[in-house]
């Protein structure tokens, strides 16, 4: 599977970015696909994940301002984030794999830079 992340950008604080993870190579539909994000010093961590199933988890820091939805016709996965805020800067990277995802799933796309000013 090959993933090809795109969407970001420079923002203002309160504004909306739509993250799309387009994938290719696989029947995309049988993965479990997520959004982890990496700022400066800091760990990657999981901002959001959706099953093959369509069940979401979100991180604490997020809920109710991003949503993951996926279209399997597209074999496209985006994250909508709204209200964004400063600390939401970050690299994003998508990830997919046939189970729960972490930092060991086997597929990854390249990143986008999301900045978000105050």
């Known amino acids: 599977v090959q993933l090809q992340a795109s969407g970001g950008g420079l923002v203002q604080a309160g504004g909306s970015l739509r993250l799309s993870c387009a994938a290719s190579g696989s029947t995309f539909s049988n993965y479990a696909v997520g959004w982890y994000r990496q700022a400066p010093g800091k760990q990657r961590e999981l901002v959001a994940a959706i099953s093959s199933g369509r069940n979401t988890n979100y991180a604490d820091s997020v809920k109710g301002r991003f949503t993951i939805s996926r279209d399997n016709a597209k074999n496209t996965v985006y994250l909508q984030m709204n209200s964004l805020k400063p600390e939401d800067t970050a690299v994003y990277y998508c990830?997919?794999?046939?189970?729960?995802?972490?930092?060991?799933?086997?597929?990854w796309g390249q990143g986008t830079q999301v900045t978000v000013s105050s």
């Open positions: 990830a997919a794999g046939r189970g729960v995802i972490t930092t060991t799933s086997p597929y």
